[in-house]
């Protein structure tokens, strides 16, 4: 008996289920359907959750529902729990590496390059939570007995179309600026390199981060994009991993509820991050108030 | 407010726009101290002796309480043996202040009490919402009394509340309290829907200066029911109302209270607050179900040291 | 009646050592000075003993920070940097308890307190400025601005470790690096966040902490391989650090001593009003820059405030530092005690009313009862001065004018206090105090993103918030 307590070398090892992750849950999608995915090399390595637009639409609804919670946090919260996300994929380096060595086809060491980079990057968003608003805000030396204060809020529920070349560090560089100005999310993955995004959400369901502020949808992108372009309760979308000759009908789409688009500048994810993705999903408050005894 | 005497407490009311004035003349409350001060009391931490003569005065103050539809005769027997005799492994601890009923049980409740202390609540005026005509509350109070209720739960019309007609709220309360006879009246704000710590602290000394016996925070039907900081406000008109009247008057909390813990912090906030006089079953009550099991379960943990499981306490 | 149990938080989580040493170039050793006893000041008994600090060690510092400042540290990317920080801020979370019932033992400050405010705000100011090592060039003082260099700090003993973290979580966020002195009296918990630095495996030599007295003080302030100094502490210090420093070229900022003016109007919310009366004046035993020591109220409700405060003190808990349920706990020194004690006579000599709740002291240790005095006047030197102690003046006013001119009518320059309900009131008030930094209907809020500091002989400069940078910045 004893001897077959260890493992050896022959054993047979238990693979994952690649599933959604919606409102803090890992269902299937609704519509039963997955799609192959493979190596870069062209090697299967898991069949992924094809989501529907009935998943998109529920996404939508788990990701308004935890709008108020987290909007409303104070800022040293968010960042914190930014920070813990840092911290627990620091623990999980060596398996996004092998993830990401995977997708993407890089060696390993690169892809170690690039978590870590992933790394920092949340570590880097988490900083802002606190800051943004003292960089963006003002007070306004109006010509009158007034106070007047102008502050960045979240815009609310944006749609992050996921690079499709950059699996893990690429999804954290749309992803951690929605997330630091206190907007929720729903996260379309890279659709041919959708394995690190979902083993992230692992880390986002293990984490601090309540449920429903990011919903991760595997699937076609095309196929999911304009759902979310054309949803009225979607404020803000992000067109990065969108195809270049799908961007003007998505933009269009996003007209009709004045959805705010925002239009990748460049894609060098090692690059400073810069501002560019705070500013993108925030408003600007003005508030005036009069001065008197 | 202290140059206030009692003659003029009650001509506040006498139109709406004097009401209004008053109330609205009440200094404000600022809803991030109140919080603060009830948080800050929250970090009090009773240990050994002074928990264990707390968890005794909180059972002495509970209104064990059946509000529900699907309430029967039997149902209410249990509860009242169980308020005369909480813990029947143990002699020495206290009984419950009273049982809360509704209306029809009352006579039940009267059969299963005789001969112990334990009063008779009854909620009344068309518990909990309080939507029907002043008539049929009034006769709902009379009722009660009459079956044998010696202690009775109104609720204000909020509706009335919020909409500014004070004199009306005010008057149901005095009609109420004379419907009352020889009953204590408990008056319940509903504060979960009164929204503002503003509107608790007008509404509470809406119902003392109409007579209120007690000032309860909730039904238990709306969410938020009883909070620290609501609880706070309350206890502060109760401790001013006394600065200019001299009178005692009750607070009964109310509503989401389910464990110990909750229990001693209210007993520490108003020991602090109103002071020690206040901590007697005649000025405080806890309405509540499930506290009472859990404050025997912590009674117990002080008295074996172990930690007490819900097998060894009677479900009811 | 109910009588809280003693509640002590168990002083074996301290931790407490036989000895400290000093923290030089990354290691830890015996200084070149005296090795004194820190005391309890609750009850005078010994902690541990403190191998302080000599001029030799100074120079050893200077030395090492400046290695530093050249080497790693200047050579570290921001981001870098910054990892470093958000370890020190995690540190302080974890060992948290650890730090606060040290703090406690050392400083006198009740456990409740320590626990609840000190050692979290610490940490947080370590967290906000950790996010900022890589953020400078968006701060506002240029696209790539530059740290100073040697960075001499010198703390009071009212907050020890948060000033602590107040002076070294800026300055290294911005690359600088450091040589920072905790004050006489309380040295353990400076000490121990070196043990924290040390385990964060920062490069030697950026942080460095030398405890000792005011002659260490001075060799920091007088040393030439220093470029810059940060003081908090009183204002006959720092006009003489002012004054050393002239001609040095060495960069300046001072937080020095206050005597805030809390105003409450008519139309305030007056329960808060009251909390915010007794959290400004008896939060950390009064000892504190920024406390409210002159309570400004309307007349036409002195009476009901005044009457209010009172009965609210009388719930005021003095005793056990450690006991959770302590409200007021113990004077850090003996000096101190003398120095509030010299105060508070007078006040009752120059004809100022003067009440205490009852309330029962210690025998041994340094207490003073909570104390308040009405019909004060400007003239009294308990309106003017700083006692830095649990002491409430109560003076008045009738019209907004009348509060801006009493309130203002001081050398002092810290903060300020303003309770009501009218929103444009506050606003005009905030206007017209000279002071830096106004409460609204609060007071003795700190928060690392918020900056704090002072006007006049309060002294110049802000910690906290994106401004505190600039403390740091060759700007």
Known sequence: MSDRSVPTADRIDVRKTYKLYIGGAFPRSESGRSYPVQDAKGRLLAHAAQASRKDARDAVTAARSAFGKWSGATAYNRGQVLYRVAELLEGRREQFGAEVAAAEGLTSERALAQVDAAIDRWVHYAGWTDKYAQIAGSTNPVAGPYFTFSLPEPTGVVAVLAPQDSSLLGLVSVLAPVLATGNTAVVVAAQDRPLPAVSLTE??????????VVNLLTGFTDELAPWLASHRDVNAIDLTGAAAEARADLQAEAADNVKRVYLPRDTDWTAEPGLSRLNAFVETKTVWHPIGV | MTTLARDDLTSVARDDATLRRFLHGLPGVDQVGAEGRAASLATRSIKTTAKAWAIDTAISMVDLTTLEGADTHGKVRSLCAKAARPDPSDPTAPAAAAVCVYPDLVATAVDALRGTDVQIASVATAFPSGRASLATKLHDVREAVAAGATEIDMVIDRGAFLSGRYLQVFEEIVATKAACGPAHLKVILETGELATLDNARRASWLALIAGGDFIKTSTGKVSPAATPPVALVMLEAVRDFRAITGQLRGVKLAGGIRTSKEA???????????????LHPALLRFGASSLLNDLLQQRHKMTTGHYDGPDYVTVD | M?????????????????????????????????????INPADEEPLAEVAEAGPSDVDLAVKAARKAFDGPWGRMSGAERGKYLFRIARAIQERGRELAVLESLDNGKPIRESRDVDIPTAAAHFFYYAGWADKLGYAGFGPAPKPIGVAGQVIPWNFPLLMAAWKIAPALA????????PAETTPLSALVLAEIIAEAELPPGVVNILAGGPSIGQAIVEHEGIDKIAFTGSTDVGKIIQRTTAGSGKRLTLELGGKAANIVFDDAPLDQAVEGIVNGIFFNQGQVCCAGSRLLVQESVADEVIDSLKRRLATLRVGSPLDKNTDVGAINSATQLARIRELTDAGAAEGATRWSPPCELPERGFWFAPTVFTDVSQAHRIAQEEIFGPVLSVLTFRTPDEAVAKA?????????????EKGSRILSMASRLRAGVVWANT?????PTAPFGGYQESGFGREGGRHGLAAYLDV
């Open chain 1, 203 to 212: 880390v986002l369901a293990t984490s601090d981060v309540p449920g429903g």
């Open chain 2, 264 to 278: 001693v912090r209210y007993l520490v906030m108003v020991n602090e607050v109103v002071g020690d006089e206040w």
């Open chain 3, 2 to 38: 109910f009588e809280y149990a003693p509640a002590p938080e168990s002083r074996d989580i301290a931790r407490l050592k036989p000895s400290y040493q000093i923290f030089v170039d990354g290691r830890f050793r015996d200084g070149a000075g005296e090795a004194i006893k820190t």
């Open chain 3, 174 to 181: 911005c690359g600088n690096t450091v040589v920072l002195k």
């Open chain 3, 408 to 420: 203002n009518n001081t050398p002092y320059g810290l903060s300020a206090g303003v309770w009501t």
């Open chain 3, 443 to 447: 007071f003795n809020r700190f928060d």
